[in-house]
């Protein structure tokens, strides 16, 4: 039996779900400006799961570096998120939020 297609997804399951609270703290104490943050690690994460030879690790590095870009999306969206009262404001920057 092969099992790599089920542990890619796992994995990326993992991911995803790692992600999700971590956009959340991360606009809640730094805001908007760490998004380059996840983009020098989307990058990093993309160009090493091009260079590495096992295919299992390749994946889950080309899924992280994906999930790092995509994470530049959604910070923003928390933000929005944050303005409209669905998740709580950090009272320290009450000023980035107007």
């Given at each position: 039996m092969?099992?790599?297609g089920?542990?890619?997804?796992?994995?990326?399951?993992?991911?995803v779900g790692l992600f999700?609270?971590?956009?959340?703290?991360?606009?809640?104490?730094?805001?908007?400006?760490?998004?380059?943050v996840f983009a020098l690690a989307g990058v990093l994460f993309?160009?090493?799961?091009?260079?590495?030879g096992n295919a299992v690790?390749?994946?889950i590095l080309g899924v992280s570096g994906c999930t790092c870009l995509w994470s530049i999306f959604e910070i923003f969206e928390q933000?929005?998120?944050?303005?409209?009262?669905?998740?709580?404001?950090?009272p320290k920057r009450k000023n980035d939020y107007m």
């Open positions: 092969n099992y790599i089920l542990v890619v997804a796992v994995v990326t399951f993992l991911i999700h609270p971590i956009v959340i703290k991360c606009e809640y104490y730094f805001g908007t400006r760490c998004w380059w993309v160009v090493a799961s091009l260079l590495v690790v390749g994946s933000k929005k998120r944050v303005q409209k009262g669905w998740f709580p404001m950090n």
